[in-house]
């Protein structure tokens, strides 16, 4: 089964009987890829958490037309907000891998960190965009994640709003495994370094701004792994 996204589908029952045209990319690869006709149905999501089962009623290649027959609100599959903070890898592919993976896996919140040992200062967020989407298409989640312009470190530790708030660094001061201080229910922030680390007054600034610092196993961890591990632990804490 294919998933495919029309934002512009918003309400529930309302929705049932109106027409919708799939934009232009999500319009071809329906038609001219996937071969679907007039009369075919279709799933599709706005990802705000709804699905909705339409009917083809004109197979253009560049505005497909369909009916909506159907409108179903999907539970989150995790009862927390899921905040990833990652500084961009030098590599991109790496970056790219790392934000098809978490949202696969269900983070809610993807922020890119500009941080003082930050190899990579500029990032292309609509080509994330696209990654992004075709991974939350591809594992069938209802729910897009939120991508966030790339941010200054320290902007962005100081506007955090989240229940819980972890920095996890290689430094070998006092921390304890992230699976161990996860609170179940609570919106959920954790702040991943680039390749050579936070500095040391970056982690400093966190601790002073109520971050707790943790660690992600005995491994010491890429940078796109961690991210990785860190959603996945935060998932898994809170089905």
Not at 20 to 34: K, P
Not at 91 to 109: F, H, P, Q, S
Not at 153 to 167: L, P
Not at 188 to 215: H, K, R, W
């Amino acid at each position: 089964m294919y998933l495919f996204y029309s934002p512009n589908i918003k309400g529930k029952e309302e929705e049932i009987g109106r027409l919708y045209c799939l934009d232009e990319e999500e319009s071809g690869h329906c038609v001219r890829v996937l071969r679907y006709t007039i009369g075919d149905e279709i799933l599709l999501t706005n990802g705000m958490g709804m699905t909705y089962t339409g009917r083809i009623t004109n197979p253009n290649p560049k505005h497909c037309e369909f009916e909506v027959l159907m409108a179903e609100s999907q539970k989150r599959h995790h009862e927390a907000y899921i905040h990833i903070a990652i500084a961009p890898t030098k590599n991109v592919e790496r970056m790219e891998w790392a934000i098809e993976k978490c949202t696969e896996i269900g983070v809610d919140e993807i922020t890119p960190l500009l941080c003082r040992f930050s190899e990579r200062k500029q990032l292309r967020t609509d080509r994330l965009q696209k990654i992004l989407l075709s991974a939350a298409k591809q594992s069938l989640t209802p729910y897009l994640p939120k991508l966030n312009e790339l941010t200054p470190y320290n902007h962005f530790v100081q506007s955090a709003k989240e229940e819980q708030k972890f920095i996890a660094h290689c430094y070998k001061d006092d921390k304890r495994e992230l699976k161990d201080e996860l609170k179940p229910q609570k919106s959920v922030l954790v702040l991943i370094g680039p390749e050579g680390d936070f500095s040391e007054q970056e982690v400093e600034n966190a601790l002073q701004l109520g971050f707790v610092p943790v660690s992600l196993g005995n491994s010491r961890l890429r940078t796109e792994t961690a991210a990785i591990v860190a959603c996945h632990t935060a998932v898994l804490m809170n089905e």
